[in-house]
């Protein structure tokens, strides 16, 4: 059987939230967890991050803070390969090797552009556009088997396997591997604490509308207590849960963190009103989050070693890439990643 290698990466706007965490980076931790003999790569999705308004000032200081994130949530960098996307050059390049694969019409169907482009279609740039067709090489550029997301990012996940088999077929034979999104049960969209029927989003105006990784105690418990609920008591079953969207999404913050079935939590508060869950949730959630924010700030301190540790990295990364870059170049007709130059000056350039 094929060894496991599990890729995935966060984009590099502003902190991390709730639903980052609960989304991604919590299911990583316990994927090393449950697979100690896969590979696994973790990058900062910076190359997407120009995609929408940054501010260039503030890029790397981006990077390192969801560096330091994954690290302090559980990333073990002697175990794990973590490095910034731009350090490898040959994500980019795969990605222009892989547009003249993916017929438009697919990207057409993308929801995440159509909502980030919102009404703007005509000035939204063409970056935004390929978004996801860098994504597909982020995770085939390392023959990832398994790349665990968010619910939000599983279109772009499938959109990867349609890619790579389009490839496969074109090139005649099975050469890109087919990854698969992991996507946990529970908790893969966490909704914004101010309306139950949207996501909790690093974009959203409010920031009462998520806890982010790196607020304290108070700011938690206040917005824990702002966020919408009605004003009926927790029933017995999280089914009849259904209609009440911002109830569903608190219980399920409240078990994923605590590592619970949310029936049992459901069962737990059964008959309470929020006024006595809330400030539960927020203690809870405050007792998980704080080590983590702590260790942030020390691994923040150093943005020395926090370098290091991603050029070290990055540089293990590229040991991956470059043969299967290299690889794919000679399926299409090219040279390779290494016509006119020694081997050990192309190892430097990509
Ligand atoms: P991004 O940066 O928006 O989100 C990072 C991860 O967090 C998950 N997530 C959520 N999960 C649950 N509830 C939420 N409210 C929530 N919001 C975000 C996302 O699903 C994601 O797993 N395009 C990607 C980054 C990326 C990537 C990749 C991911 C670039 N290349 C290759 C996987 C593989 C993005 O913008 O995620």
Known sequence: MKKKRIVSGVRATGGLHLGNYIGAIKNWTEMAT????????????????ITT???EKALKDNTREIAAAYIAAGVDVRK??????????GHAMLQWLLTSLTPMGWLNRMTQFKEKAGKQRDNAVLGLYAYPVLQAADVLLYQA???????????????????????????GQEFFTLPEPIIRKEG?????????????????????????LMD??????????????????LPDSFEALK???EAANLVTIYATLADMDRDAVVKQFAGRNFSVFKPALAELTAEKFTPVATRMRELLSDKAELDRQLAEGAERARAIAVPVLDDTMKLMGFWGTNPFHSADRVAGLL
């Open 80 to 89: 794990m390969i973590l490095f910034p996307q731009s350090a490898v050059p």
């Open 145 to 171: 088997t398994h790349v665990p997301v968010g619910e939000d990012q599983k279109q772009h996940i499938e959109l990867a396997r349609d890619i790579a088999g389009a490839f496969n077929r074109r090139y």
């Open 188 to 212: 893969a969209r966490i909704m914004s604490l101010r309306d139950g029927t949207k996501k909790m989003s690093k974009s959203d105006e409010s920031d009462y509308s998520r806890i982010n």
């Open 216 to 233: 304290d105690a108070d700011t938690i418990a206040l917005k824990f207590r702002k966020a919408k609920t009605d004003s009926d008591p």
């Open 243 to 245: 209609d009440r969207p």
């Open 34 to 49: 449950q697979h100690g003999d896969a590979d696994f790569l973790f990058f900062i999705a910076d190359l997407h991050a």
């Open 53 to 55: 308004p940054y501010d």
